[in-house]
């Protein structure tokens, strides 16, 4: 391998890891709170559709003011969805497993995403609009950190930004202390005078937010035309990721990028010529969250490093 294909594998990484770290970032906050959402494949998918949708309607004017739509219109759709989940599992206390996997019908490849892409005939037309990169300050042409760090978009900037201030919220702040709290005992939480049902709505609305701005990215950047199920899987994969990075920010970011670089692998390797079979490289990812699942369930889980204890269970006052 010389230096070239490795920057063309970190900067494919880093490409197929952004949507992961900001919806990974975001389910992680759900389920600090209590709140396992299942469903976030399916908002991915309705952010992407409504983020596509949003960009075609600009049929002129600067791409960064309709991405900037976009990723706006998808962040506030990707809430709502989530918010259908806050009202069954935190209101009505409906089972959460159940409830996020009726979410991910309701909205996946045959539900509504797929539905507003009929509607809209998204299918029919090519993508007007794409989230434009950044010069940072004219340097985008330096060797391996101008195509890795100075030349991104804005929401591979932001998935960094919100991954810091994710770990700061979570063990430097008190409102950080009250939610790990909610997860992990909410009685307690409640007899201190936490507001359990607020912070388990707020923060898993914030993660359906993240969900759909996540979505966006597909259709803005990875692949700016529409098609059904254009996530492939990516909201498994954050949940998964969750569990890989024991609820910890930080470990997220790492955990994406390799799923990104595996995700990857198979279009920079074909760049070069180098043709493995394709459905090697197809079921890599999902291999790999196979084996981070069982590895973070098992032997590597005892380091007091196991999801919050109250994840997953209603709250009764």
Same mark, same amino acid.
């Given at each position: 391998?010389?230096?070239?294909?490795?920057?063309?594998?970190?900067?494919?990484?880093?490409?197929?890891?952004?949507?992961?770290?900001?919806?990974?970032?975001?389910?992680?906050?759900?389920?600090?709170?209590?709140?396992?959402?299942?469903?976030?494949?399916?908002?991915?998918?309705?952010?992407?559709?409504?983020?596509?949708?949003?960009?075609?309607?600009?049929?002129?004017?600067?791409?960064? @003011?309709? *991405?900037?739509? #976009?990723?706006?219109?998808? %962040? +506030? &759709?990707? /809430?709502?969805?989530?918010?259908?989940?806050?009202? =069954?599992?935190?209101?009505?206390?409906?089972?959460?497993?159940?409830?996020?996997?009726?979410?991910?019908?309701?909205?996946?490849?045959?539900?509504?995403?797929?539905?507003?892409?009929?509607?809209?005939?998204?299918?029919?037309?090519?993508?007007?609009?794409?989230?434009?990169?950044?010069?940072?300050?004219?340097?985008?042409?330096?060797?391996?950190?101008?195509?890795?760090?100075?030349?991104?978009?804005?929401?591979?900037?932001?998935?960094?930004?919100?991954?810091?201030?994710?770990?700061?919220?979570?063990?430097?702040?008190?409102?950080?202390?009250?939610?790990?709290?909610?997860?992990?005992?909410?009685?307690?939480?409640?007899?201190?005078?936490?507001?359990?049902?607020?912070?388990?709505?707020?923060?898993?609305?914030?993660?359906? @937010?993240? *969900?759909?701005? #996540?979505?966006?990215?597909? %259709? +803005? &950047?990875? /692949?700016?035309?529409?098609?059904?199920?254009?996530? =492939?899987?990516?909201?498994?994969?954050?949940?998964?990721?969750?569990?890989?990075?024991?609820?910890?920010?930080?470990?997220?970011?790492?955990?994406?990028?390799?799923?990104?670089?595996?995700?990857?692998?198979?279009?920079?390797?074909?760049?070069?010529?180098?043709?493995?079979?394709?459905?090697?490289?197809?079921?890599?990812?999902?291999?790999?969250?196979?084996?981070?699942?069982?590895?973070?369930?098992?032997?590597?889980?005892?380091?007091?490093?196991?999801?919050?204890?109250?994840?997953?269970?209603?709250?009764?006052?």
């Amino acid at each position: 391998m010389n230096d070239w294909l490795i920057v063309a594998l970190v900067a494919s990484g880093i490409l197929y890891g952004t949507p992961l770290i900001i919806a990974a970032i975001g389910e992680l906050l759900a389920e600090r709170s209590g709140v396992l959402n299942l469903g976030v494949e399916g908002i991915m998918l309705m952010g992407a559709a409504t983020a596509f949708w949003t960009s075609q309607s600009f049929v002129s004017g600067p791409s960064w @003011a309709a *991405a900037t739509t #976009a990723i706006l219109v998808a %962040a +506030l &759709v990707g /809430a709502l969805t989530a918010a259908l989940l806050a009202f =069954a599992v935190i209101t009505m206390q409906a089972n959460q497993v159940v409830s996020g996997l009726a979410l991910l019908i309701l909205c996946g490849p045959l539900g509504l995403s797929s539905y507003l892409g009929e509607v809209g005939n998204l299918t029919e037309t090519s993508g007007l609009h794409r989230l434009p990169k950044l010069d940072l300050f004219g340097l985008a042409d330096l060797p391996i950190i101008g195509p890795l760090i100075l030349n991104q978009d804005i929401l591979v900037y932001f998935s960094w930004i919100l991954a810091a201030a994710a770990a700061f919220y979570l063990y430097r702040t008190r409102a950080g202390l009250h939610l790990r709290a909610v997860g992990e005992d909410p009685e307690a939480a409640d007899a201190m005078g936490v507001n359990v049902t607020q912070y388990r709505y707020v923060h898993t609305l914030l993660g359906g @937010a993240l *969900a759909g701005i #996540a979505g966006s990215y597909y %259709a +803005l &950047v990875i /692949a700016p035309n529409w098609v059904d199920n254009v996530t =492939a899987g990516a909201g498994w994969i954050a949940i998964a990721l969750v569990i890989m990075a024991f609820w910890r920010p930080t470990f997220v970011v790492l955990g994406a990028y390799l799923f990104g670089i595996v995700t990857s692998l198979g279009f920079t390797l074909q760049a070069l010529g180098i043709n493995w079979p394709s459905e090697i490289f197809s079921a890599m990812p999902y291999v790999l969250t196979l084996m981070a699942v069982i590895a973070a369930s098992g032997g590597l889980g005892k380091y007091n490093l196991k999801a919050p204890a109250a994840l997953g269970l209603p709250f009764r006052r």
